[in-house]
């Protein structure tokens, strides 16, 4: 069993939707929680980080973090075909191990 | 600008050949990572550095070696290229302060014929 899970998708939606991309992991020990953004043929951006659980926002990007269920989102307001990337979720307990999940492509119709 | 580069962006190579993967960046990070990674696949750390001289083998098992002699330089070096080495392959780096927060170089894509 993978230590997180996500969905590959394709996920396609219309410009100005709410996109909600999730993943979910088993190793309790995980403290740190990244969303990067991957834009094609291009390295991966680090779009949010959070330390714990909780709720952390910047601009139409929401981080969410539910350690009870171990279980992470990140949702994207007025969705831009800008937005169209893969979305990969990422963990760490700490230490120079991250464990990155596979990604989730999105596309932004306009 | 501070930022981390990778050449070549692309390489097409025979098996067998020696190759090096360069790795430079200027915002003073002590950590860097190569990681491997393939399509629709999550990233697999192949190689580590908490600073000069500091040098790790991560979770994949890896036939390429790695040098740090200088902060900004981490080169990736396959001895003899195969065909099973063909992937994409990311340099990352981050400082000591927010060690989880990596910034990435935009990659080289290698295939080996």
């Known amino acids: 069993q993978k230590e997180v899970e996500q969905d590959p998708g394709p996920l396609s939606v219309p410009e100005g939707a709410i996109v909600s991309l999730n993943c979910t992991y088993s190793?309790?020990?995980?403290?740190?929680f990244m969303w990067y953004r991957q834009y094609s043929r291009k390295g991966p951006e680090l779009l949010m980080y959070t330390y714990s659980s909780g709720n952390k926002e910047d601009g139409r990007f929401t981080a969410q973090v539910d350690k009870s269920s171990k279980y992470i989102s990140l949702f994207i307001r007025d969705s831009q075909p800008s937005d169209s990337a893969t979305y990969l979720c990422a963990m760490s307990a700490g230490g120079f191990k991250t464990i990155f999940g596979a990604g989730t492509r999105l596309f932004v119709k306009a | 600008e501070a930022d981390i580069y990778q050449t070549p962006r692309y390489l097409v190579i025979g098996t067998g050949k020696k190759i090096t993967l360069e790795c430079s960046q200027t915002m003073g990070h002590d950590k860097m990572y190569w990681y491997q990674q393939d399509p629709g696949m999550e990233l697999h750390l192949i190689h580590y550095s908490y600073g000069v001289n500091s040098t790790e083998k991560g979770d994949l098992s890896s036939e390429s070696t790695v040098s740090r002699i200088r902060t900004e330089h981490f080169p990736l070096t396959l001895e003899s290229a195969r065909p099973s080495h063909t992937s994409q392959y990311l340099c990352?780096?981050?400082?000591?302060?927010?060690?989880?927060?990596?910034?990435f170089g935009p990659g080289t894509r290698l295939t080996v014929t």
């Open positions: 990352a780096s981050s400082d000591q302060g927010m060690s989880q927060s990596q910034y």
């Open positions: 190793n309790s020990a995980f403290q740190y």
